[in-house]
């Protein structure tokens, strides 16, 4: 069973997903860290979704 | 510290030229380089798309830059990346179902109707499954493209293979919607073939030959659908609707997540192509369309 | 009624992109109708049913994009081409300018980072949950920054995060420090054998900069965001974070810092260090009972500060009487300095103005004020009574918190945008009733990057013009940061020092300062 505590043995290792500033931080402090290019995709895009259950109900 | 991203094929359409060739980038996206030779065109394209006949799947490349492209000696140059190109990693693009299980097809089929009627794209061709979808197109210019692929679709439907190539074409993107929608009708009707076993190679080639145009990437699209060759989203949806309804939801959800109406409309033309051919079907065939 | 249109050859694009700026460009005023689509011969015959198939259209090719634009008059055609030409060149710039690699999804970068551990989720709040949850499968830690994640989301992530062994860390958590990085707006401080639970975000960076300051340092500091330790969420990070110290072999003290947990919440965590914890535990719970904290069998701390002095001195084998001592001959000087700049203040100056960007900050230096001087006014003040009818507009005594919503919306936040509090400042420095002018300011990551060079010049102005008056204005600056800070502490404090200010070695001695100016002075109400 993992524990949270395993962690702090570990290397940090981050993947940042939103703001670039904190991934740019990380690089200066020598932690990898990997930035994903992330953007809502038309299925989870809450607009679309909001749309989409106006007109057809919430079923 | 900056993560080197290692540049990495994941899979190999089985109709992509392992032999020397030069490209000519045709049109580059963030997720698809389409990749143009004298054979063809091949895509080169990352991990959300997945794989494809004519598919080259890589992670770990910025498509928008790509300028130059060729193969040489087993190797995929993208710019100045070089790429060993496993001949062991082909993505096998052909489906093979279990004839005895039309019912199990058809319930899965009713599953991807409703998810997609759910979840697409406002101005995806879904409004053909459901008319309260019509609303999402406002101007006068979006009326008359919903007007046409609906007049299109519904033509070819009752019966009137010509309307083809009054539906090609149609559509915003170069990847037109009408076009995506004849390609799962075709896909709708080889599926017909391999759960009933009649041949409808000649109503495929037909339709092929009426939606050809000068768009390749459309083009190639077309053709490998009439062949029966499935893009993996597809394939695996297809799969989906011999497990469990968990398993259609989330290949629908995959089929759409990349952002693009694409997977919708071929979906759409799909649902509604196999809905009229199994009602068709009772009495001996297909084929509205013979 | 105008149409207009263009022909660009070769562009490509997908469909929903097309969409989208033809959506983006009749929204414009004026506009009726918009195609942005490619020329098949399909295509042409529907715009010439919408009318707007121009002449150079009718030989446009399948590779062709076409851009239509029927509007009221022909200028408002060609901006709204203009602005179709825009949409679709900024849509192809981002990553091409980059060149970069960036994975589109969190699938995606754990095939690159295969040994990543932490996710640091920073989107809207709608989006955050599901990435959180996504990569809490995935077997890793979170940390959400985003707020607007709802209370269900949040207890079931935490829930699952408990089941499993992960850090869930927020939301609303804007930083922590694990394995002696930084996360988000953290300071850069002394690895050490500290370690912290706060589920307060400056109050942790107050106490852990204490800390380094001391020259003693930190372990792990681990947000939970202000809402864990609620009455719904029950603390179940609170308690994981303390439990994953306890475990921790490099942490040899704990500190809790905390608004006052939910009674519920206090009772667990309480339970828990009596029957599991057997590493010392400092508490501060801001605005709390200390003998709560007693009680709960951890050693209790009035303010932020102290909560950092009595860690260190745990840490380096000191006496708690040393650091008492410490503050006994603090609170002299303080009345010593107090007393020096009551002098100088004519008969309207009266009262002080707290600028603040920290919100923990804010409420500490709120509750101090409330012992020397009364209750003060506010945006969020700590009797809804004092609430400030307008959060723009000061009254007597006054501690705004710039960092709330009233002030923050469709701008950075004040610790990274000064704009906001150095117009505020000179607002100030112009009322005749100003005495005090209290800042704090809070280096480390993602905070402003050179408030030393900003605040300085406003300082000085600000000054001059209330002497320019005959009012001599004291400002009482706080610095929460170290050296080892990117803007360096020491540097930032020459240069407020340079324009005048004091500078203060916490926020509470900082706090404590503006008040005793105010107390002697009579602006006691």
């Known amino acids: 069973m993992r524990k949270i505590s395993d962690l702090f043995k570990q290397e940090l290792q981050v993947i940042n997903i939103g703001l670039v500033s904190f991934k740019e931080s990380l690089e200066d402090v020598g932690v990898k860290v990997i930035q994903v290019d992330w953007r809502p995709s038309a299925a989870t895009d809450d607009e679309t979704r909001d749309a989409l259950q106006k007109l057809l109900g919430s079923k | 510290m900056v993560i080197a991203t290692q540049v990495q094929i994941v899979s190999v359409g089985s109709s992509v030229p392992l032999c020397d060739t030069v490209f000519t980038v045709h049109s580059t996206f963030e997720r698809v380089a389409n990749l143009l030779y004298f054979g063809g065109i091949i895509s080169v394209v990352t991990e959300d798309i997945g794989g494809g006949p004519n598919n080259i799947v890589i992670k770990g490349f910025n498509f928008l830059n790509l300028k130059e492209a060729q193969i040489i000696n087993d190797e995929l140059i993208l710019n100045d990346t070089k790429i060993f190109l496993p001949r062991a990693s082909k993505y096998d693009s052909t489906v093979k179902l279990d004839a005895s299980k039309k019912t199990t097809f058809l319930s899965g089929l009713q599953i991807f109707e409703r998810v997609l009627i759910k979840h697409a794209h406002p101005l995806s061709s879904v409004f053909l499954l459901d008319d309260r979808r019509k609303s999402f197109f406002i101007t006068p210019f979006e009326k008359n493209l919903r007007n046409q692929l609906d007049v299109g679709t519904t033509e070819i439907l009752n019966g009137k293979l010509s309307s083809v190539s009054k539906l090609k074409g149609i559509g915003l993107g170069f990847t037109p919607q009408g076009d995506d929608l004849i390609s799962g009708m075709l896909l709708a009707i080889y599926v017909y073939q391999l759960l009933t076993g009649y041949s409808t190679a000649h109503i495929r080639e037909e339709i092929y030959r009426l939606a050809r145009s000068k768009n390749v990437i459309s083009d190639t699209f077309l053709y490998f659908s009439a062949k029966g060759e499935f893009f993996e989203r597809f394939k695996n949806l297809i799969h989906a609707f011999f497990q469990d309804k968990e398993s259609v939801i989330n290949a629908t959800m995959q089929l759409l997540a990349i952002g693009e109406t694409s997977g919708a409309d071929i979906g759409t033309g799909f649902i509604l192509a196999s809905k009229e051919v199994f009602k068709k079907s009772t009495n001996g065939g297909v084929l509205i369309w013979q | ?525």
């Open chain 3, 1 to 525: 009624m105008a149409v207009k249109g263009i022909l660009k050859e070769g562009e490509y694009y997908d469909s929903v992109t097309l969409m989208l700026v033809a959506r983006d460009v009749l929204a414009l005023e004026g506009v009726e109708d918009a195609a942005v689509v490619m020329g098949t011969e399909q295509n042409k015959s529907i715009l010439e049913t919408s009318g707007i198939l121009l002449d150079m259209f009718k030989n446009a090719i399948d590779s062709d994009l076409l851009i239509a634009v029927k509007a009221k008059d022909e200028a408002t055609c060609d901006a709204a081409i203009q602005k179709a030409k825009e949409l679709l060149t900024s849509r192809h710039s981002k990553m091409q300018e980059t060149g970069e690699y960036m994975p589109k999804s969190l699938e995606g970068a754990v095939d690159f980072l295969p040994d990543a551990n932490m996710v640091i989720i920073s989107l809207a709040g709608k989006y955050a949950g599901d990435e959180a949850m996504k990569a809490l499968k995935k077997g890793l830690h979170v940390m959400l920054f985003s707020d607007n994640v709802t209370i269900e989301t949040e207890i079931e992530l935490k829930q699952y995060g408990k089941e499993h062994g992960l850090l869930v860390m927020g939301p609303d958590c804007g930083t922590a420090i694990i394995n002696g990085a930084p996360l988000c707006f953290a300071n850069v401080v002394n690895r050490g054998d500290i370690g912290i639970v706060a589920a307060s975000g400056t109050g942790l960076q107050e106490v852990s900069a204490v800390i380094s300051n001391e020259g003693a340092g930190i372990s792990q500091a681990i947000g939970t965001g202000g809402r864990d330790v609620k009455k719904d969420v029950g603390g179940i990070m609170f308690i994981e974070g303390i439990k994953a110290l306890e475990e921790d072999p490099e942490t040899k003290y704990i500190a809790l810092v905390s608004k006052p947990p939910h009674p519920e919440v206090l009772k667990k965590v309480a339970s828990l260090i009596k029957t599991e914890i057997k590493k010392p535990v400092v508490g501060i719970f801001l605005g709390g009972d200390p003998k709560v904290v007693e009680e709960a069998g951890a050693i209790p701390a009035n303010t932020l500060e102290e909560a950092g002095l009595i860690a260190s001195s745990l840490s380096k084998g000191k006496s708690m009487d040393e650091f008492k001592q410490l503050l006994e001959e603090r609170e002299k000087e303080l009345l010593n300095l107090a007393e020096k700049e009551s002098k100088n203040k004519t008969a309207t100056q009266k009262f002080v103005r707290g600028l603040y960007t920290g919100g923990t900050l804010c409420d500490e230096a709120m509750l101090i004020s409330r012992t020397i001087i009364g209750e003060v006014y506010g945006n969020a003040p700590l009797n809804p009574q004092f609430k400030l009818e307008d959060s723009w507009r000061s009254k007597e005594n006054t501690f705004v918190d710039l960092g709330e919503d009233e002030f923050t919306v469709g701008r950075p936040h004040p610790m990274i945008d000064f704009t906001l509090r150095n117009k505020k400042i000179l607002e100030e420095a112009n009322d005749k009733e100003v005495a005090v002018i209290l800042l704090d300011v809070v280096l480390g990551y993602g905070s402003n990057m050179k408030p030393g060079d900003e605040l300085n010049p406003i300082i000085k102005q600000a000054k001059k013009s209330a002497e320019a008056d005959g009012r001599n204005i004291t400002f009482v600056c706080t610095i929460t940061g170290t050296d080892k800070d990117p803007q360096g502490r020491g540097k930032v404090k020459q240069q407020l020092e340079d324009a005048g200010a004091l500078i203060m070695p916490s926020n509470a001695a900082a706090s404590k300062l503006a008040s005793y100016i105010v107390k002697n002075i009579g602006g006691v109400k």
